[in-house]
């Protein structure tokens, strides 16, 4: 049950983070949030994970702009809860039905 909860929070965390605005409407009285809805008046293709690329470009934002890294980021957290054999179930699983949504 519990590798369902694990897999479930990570699936949940990489959808709101990478196929929604969620951060962008939940956040945007955040300085960045602001100069990123003002830049996407004038370029309506740019996402907010692309914005953060190109005006911080740094280990950090290419770290959370990437699927796979993310993944096992939001994974690592919740193997501290439970047994360490967790992790590749947890990680591959939230993978695969991340990708399949």
């Known amino acids: 049950m ?3 909860v694990y897999t479930a929070t990570v699936i949940t965390l990489l959808v709101l983070w990478f196929k929604t605005e969620a951060v962008v409407e939940y956040f945007y009285m955040l300085p960045t949030v602001k100069k990123y809805l003002l830049d ?3 370029n309506p293709e740019l996402t907010f994970i ?3 690329g190109i005006t911080y ?3 950090f934002t290419r770290l959370i702009a990437c699927h796979y890294c993310l993944c096992v980021w939001l994974t ?3 193997i ?3 047994p360490v054999y967790y992790f590749p179930i947890v990680y ?5 039905i991340y990708k399949l949504t």
């Open 92 to 96: 591959v699983a939230s993978l695969v």
């Open 57 to 59: 470009n740094s280990f």
């Open 2 to 4: 519990a590798i369902v």
């Open 80 to 82: 501290f809860l439970a």
């Open 50 to 52: 692309s914005y953060l």
């Open 40 to 42: 996407r008046d004038s």
């Open 76 to 78: 690592l957290p919740l």
